[in-house]
């Protein structure tokens, strides 16, 4: 026992300062991530990115994982070259496909040479358009085809930082607090996107008229920070190995084969396919969910030159939900008085902020509330992962809170348009527990993983449910911008003929079929669910079993 206590990974202070670098590193690559969800209205007004433009736009970032292989390639990378350098591999390309985004989106792109070749050029590209799969479309904006090259790189670093995480939260937390880890690593990473919801907007109407590039300015400069982050990993985790006597290669030469052992078992693609529509039904949601709030909600902006109009109450906002944050997080941590004074602070700090986001009447500030539930109760199930099991159990629980709130969005909110207030509420309410169903993934699943599969090819798995995870992730944005296209024809016709002005247009959609279709891929979720916990029981997989073993 004194022997296991000299190594890092056996001292809780030195695995949670790792976790909380690859957490922080996550972080910022979830900013950007959804760095122009909330501004599709303004890329519709001044880019000329309709429906169809920004679902491919967002669809592309997990092109090359999809159908170049890079995932799987980068999951080898991973097994062959271990954590460190796959970590620094992925922050670099991130900040390239990043940087290229960016410029793509600048006034300087337009009008030069960059945007005629691409406006000439990718119209048409053999066999991806024949087979329905080109990233490009005959008519598409040129910012919006450059924009998707650089979010296609992009896509592949954090891709390839997502399994690496996971990964290297395997390496530090076996048989400790793993789910838990695994949970807050994913809390403090989804608090990216109420960052981004919350001052993307802001940054980008810092500028009359608002200019789009400057959030993304802001999202590269994040991402270099994510880089230094990664960095200051690959020191410690080299200590770590330096103690332990282990090597960052795997202990046995990978094989091809080895993809083949994962691949046929069928625990394992019921996980997959699970995780696949789970995240199919969340992660495209985010892009189009601000625009959904406008086209639902009964928006009166704030008068000009008050305080809720002012670009202070943003940073305001943002103070109080670092504040929920921390209480309703610390509260997992704490007994008796203490625990009860941060949870009732942590609720009263959530009140203040949907005040404020209904004050604000601002779809994004309403919708940035989506994590913050989440990072409250995700400790909380994965602790109860860690010491009780029952992660099928969960996992059906999420698919049954995702079903509902679709539906909520799909047939409830619309018909509270007329009331602000009423709308607002449930807005709140619904994106609330989204977020709280979303928690359940990572706290349940990405744990499940390693009782499914050798040890030795952990970072291929992670890879290959990565990659099915990319087909929907590709695949759904593309079809919400499709349905909304075909269902709205109205809006086209009205916009064409003067009756809507861009800006009129851009917040006029009935997003009712496309969420419908998000709620069925949370039904077919649930079937894998059941499925699943009826597999673990009959083969003895251990996925509701606890993965803190008793000494």
């Known amino acids: 026992m004194t022997q296991a206590l000299q190594t890092l990974r056996d001292k809780p ?4 300062t790792a976790l909380i670098l690859l957490a922080m590193a996550m972080f910022f690559s979830y900013i950007f991530m959804d760095i122009l969800s909330p ?21 592309s970032e997990t092109f090359l994982n999809v159908f170049i292989f890079f995932l799987i390639i980068a999951g080898i990378i991973l097994d062959k070259m271990g954590v460190r350098f796959t970590a620094l591999l992925s922050g670099v390309v991130m900040v390239a496909g990043a940087t290229i985004n960016w410029y793509a989106v600048t006034d300087a792109f337009m009008g030069s040479s960059l945007e005629a070749w691409f406006t000439a050029n990718l119209n048409y590209i053999p066999l991806l358009d024949e087979l329905g799969v080109s990233p490009f479309y005959q008519g598409m904006p040129a910012s919006a ?17 997502g399994i690496t995480v996971s990964r290297g939260i395997v390496k530090w937390f076996k048989g400790k607090e793993m789910a ?3 949970g807050s690593e994913m809390a403090l990473a989804r608090l990216g996107v109420a960052t981004c919801m919350i001052f993307s907007p802001v940054i980008a109407r810092m500028s009359t008229p608002p200019d789009v590039s400057r959030s993304v300015a802001f999202g590269v400069i994040l991402l270099l920070i994510a880089l230094i982050m990664f960095v200051a990993y690959f ?11 282990e090597t960052e290669e795997a202990e046995e ?15 394992f693609w019921l996980v997959a396919l699970l995780c696949v529509l789970y995240y199919s039904a969340i992660f495209p949601f985010q892009k189009y969910a601000v625009n959904m709030l406008q086209c639902n909600i009964s928006f009166n902006p704030p008068a000009e030159g008050s305080f809720w109009a002012s670009s202070t109450v943003a940073y305001v906002q943002y103070v109080v939900m670092l504040l929920i944050a921390i209480t309703a997080f610390t509260s997992n941590f704490s007994r008796g008085v203490m625990k009860s004074i941060l949870l009732v602070a942590s609720i009263a700090s959530l009140l203040v902020f949907c005040y404020m986001a209904y004050c604000r009447q601002s779809a994004e500030s309403i919708f940035a509330v989506f994590p913050l539930l989440a990072v409250g109760i995700t400790p909380i199930l994965g602790k109860y992962v860690d010491n009780k099991g029952k992660a099928a159990s969960m996992l059906m629980l999420g698919s049954i809170l995702l079903i509902i709130c679709h539906l909520t969005f799909a047939f409830v909110l619309p018909q509270f348009k007329g009331s602000p207030v009423g709308g607002v509420v449930l807005a709140f309410a619904t994106i609330l527990v989204l977020g709280s169903s979303f928690s359940l993934v990572p706290a349940s699943l990405w744990p499940s993983v390693p009782k499914l599969v050798d040890s030795k090819v952990i970072g291929s798995a992670y890879a290959l449910i990565f990659w099915i995870q990319n087909i929907g992730l590709w695949l759904f944005p593309l079809l919400i911008g499709k349905v909304l296209k075909a269902s709205n024809p109205e809006v086209e016709q009205a916009l064409a003929s003067g009756q809507l002005t861009p800006t009129e247009a ?5 997003y009712t079929n496309a969420l419908l279709m998000l709620a069925m891929l949370g039904v077919a979720a649930l079937v894998l669910g059941i499925l699943l916990k009826a597999v673990d029981k009959k083969h003895h997989l251990g996925l509701e079993e606890p993965n803190i073993k008793p000494q």
């Open 253 to 267: 030469p990978f094989h091809i084969k080895d993809l083949g052992r994962i691949l046929s078992d069928g625990g």
């Open 145 to 161: 085809k450059f924009a998707s090259v650089g979010f296609m790189i992009f896509g592949c670093g954090v891709e390839m930082a």
């Open 235 to 245: 020191f410690m985790d080299r200590k770590l190995d330096a103690e332990t006597g």
């Open 506 to 510: 851009a917040v006029s959609y009935n």
């Open 39 to 59: 501004l599709k209205d303004i890329l519709e007004t001044q880019r000329h990115w309709d429906s169809t433009a920004f679902g491919t736009y967002a669809g």
């Open 13 to 16: 202070s030195a695995r949670w």
């Open 180 to 182: 838990l880890a695994m």
